[in-house]
């Protein structure tokens, strides 16, 4: 952007309310600390600091103090309640319902979510004109006690309600006017796409408070008695409709311990694991979220593995692994259909992202422990312990594979893989520790973390016990060394 778009940027920033302002920073610097969209964020966060700053500076000094007045309480001074209402309290006290929905997420979405950066756009909108009076009134509210206290909660329940209705007139069944116009004034068109669902979590909160209080805090197995206690909690008429319906699934996806089994739902409502009869039911939804969540969590095993994030992919492949299975057997998908080749691409995802790692895996290893002349060792030269932990988790990496690896398409390669790391380290650990009993004493130090780090390789691969005897080999080939210097 060049130094006009720069100050354009500014001038419209500076135009904001403070409260929007300062959620607006909040916003950005979480989505710095994401990794999401970090150039653009830095850029807004540069110039928001510049707006925000020379304000600062020119504010007027503070009135003399008046005379001495009993101590109020912290919540009830006017500093601090100014702070809090600016800090972004309002928003968040407002869409609190929307939280469960919430993604960060700017691409495309799921039934049943919600983009949370649409949420400053709409509240934005509301003060300016969606619903004027009842967000002078939300915000006298909040100005003037706490935020857990029955005035705010009234007051924000009156502006969630004329704010479900400002939409719907806009986005509803029944919209009329120029709607272009009015709806280009609340934001880009992925906001104006998360209106109909904003109004209709708002509008429908009680129903959804309802089944929320009804669900148990955490279903481990959905079998049958539990899909029967769910289905009565989703039966209410307002929950029951096409576009409510993914958000009542959500809630319950949110409370099972294997996600994927939100698919029982719909299978139990079809009677039957055919997909076609499976869509033909309002249930059908649970399939597409199900499809939907394990695509995303592909991505994040994706970007993990790109960021060097080893650590805890365990988990991340047991519930891919669990999800896949648990659509490829409890439902008779075809490979034609659109649920057939989402599933295709899943595993297909979770496969390229994989072999391409489990191939590399291999040749670092053998970078670490390859034998190497004494004339080629530098003095002083050591093994990188930061690669060695790297290498490390690599292999653990693989192994778990191992486990996963029918269901993600990746069997052949970490099968190969396994073997390879485990033929060439116990082959190169043995012939590192024979080189520890000659050679020439300035390459020893390279030497004894060449042994180091195949020890700790031979730990992951065979266990404890084979890492045990290979450090005590190990040591008596040091041992004697010593031995025979001294004797010579």
């Not at 989703?234 to 319906?245: D, F, G, H, R």
């Not at 009869?277 to 249930?283: E, K, S, Y």
């Not at 390229?352 to 670092?364: K, T």
């Amino acid at each position: 952007m060049g130094q006009t778009a720069h100050e354009r940027l500014r001038e419209y920033l500076g135009q904001l309310p403070p409260n929007a302002q300062s959620l607006l920073m909040r916003e950005f610097e979480r989505a710095i600390e994401r990794g999401q969209d970090v150039a653009v964020a830095t850029l807004v966060l540069e110039q928001l600091r510049k707006v925000v700053r020379p304000a600062a500076a020119v504010a007027p000094p503070p009135p003399a103090a008046p005379p001495a007045r009993p101590p109020q309480p912290i919540e009830a001074r006017p500093q601090a309640r100014e702070e809090r209402r600016q800090s972004g309290d309002g928003p968040r006290r407002l869409f609190r319902p929307l939280e469960p929905f919430l993604t960060d997420s700017t691409g495309p979405l799921r039934p049943g979510q919600i983009r949370r950066a649409s949420l400053l756009a709409v509240w934005q909108w509301l003060g300016r004109e969606g619903a004027p009076e009842r967000y002078a009134e939300f915000d006298a509210a909040m100005s003037a006690g706490s935020d857990s206290s029955r005035e705010v909660e009234v007051a924000a329940r009156k502006l969630q309600l004329a704010a479900a209705e400002a939409l719907m007139k806009l986005v509803g069944p029944n919209a009329t006017g120029d709607r272009q116009r009015l709806l280009a004034r609340i934001g880009s068109p992925s906001v104006i796409e998360d209106l109909l669902p904003i109004a209709l979590v708002l509008q429908n909160r009680e129903a959804l408070d309802g089944l929320n209080g009804r669900l148990p805090g955490i279903i481990r197995v959905l079998g049958d008695s539990q899909i029967a206690s769910v289905t009565d909690a989703i039966n209410v008429p307002s929950l029951q409709t096409p576009l409510m319906l993914p958000f009542a699934l959500s809630l319950v996806m949110q409370r099972l311990a294997a996600p994927w089994q939100i698919i029982r739902l719909a299978t139990k409502i079809a009677a039957s694991d055919d997909e076609i009869r499976v869509a033909a039911t309002p249930f059908g939804v649970a399939v597409t979220i199900a499809l939907n969540d394990l695509a995303n969590l592909a991505a994040s095993l994706r970007a993990d593995i790109r960021r060097g994030h080893f650590s805890n992919l365990g988990d991340t492949l047991k519930t891919l692994h669990d999800g896949v299975r648990g659509l490829r057997t409890e439902l008779d998908l075809r490979s034609e259909s659109n649920w057939g080749k989402q599933l295709t691409a899943i595993r297909a995802d979770i496969s390229n992202a994989l072999q391409s790692e489990i191939d590399s895996v291999p040749g670092r290893a053998r970078r670490i422990l390859r034998q190497r002349a004494d004339k080629d060792i530098p003095a002083g030269a050591g093994v990188d312990g930061g690669e060695v932990e790297e290498v490390a988790a690599l292999i653990e990496f693989v192994a778990v594979c191992r486990n996963y690896a029918g269901e993600l398409a990746i069997n052949e390669v970490t099968l190969r893989t396994y073997t390879d790391l485990q033929q060439y380290v116990e082959k190169a650990t043995e012939a590192l520790v024979q080189s520890l009993r000659s050679g020439d004493a300035r390459a020893r130090a390279y030497r004894q973390s060449q042994v180091s780090a195949a020890i700790r390789f031979c730990h992951v691969l065979f266990g404890n016990d084979y890492a045990q005897l290979m450090s005590r080999s190990a040591e008596n080939a040091m041992n004697g060394e010593r031995k025979s210097s001294r004797a010579g």
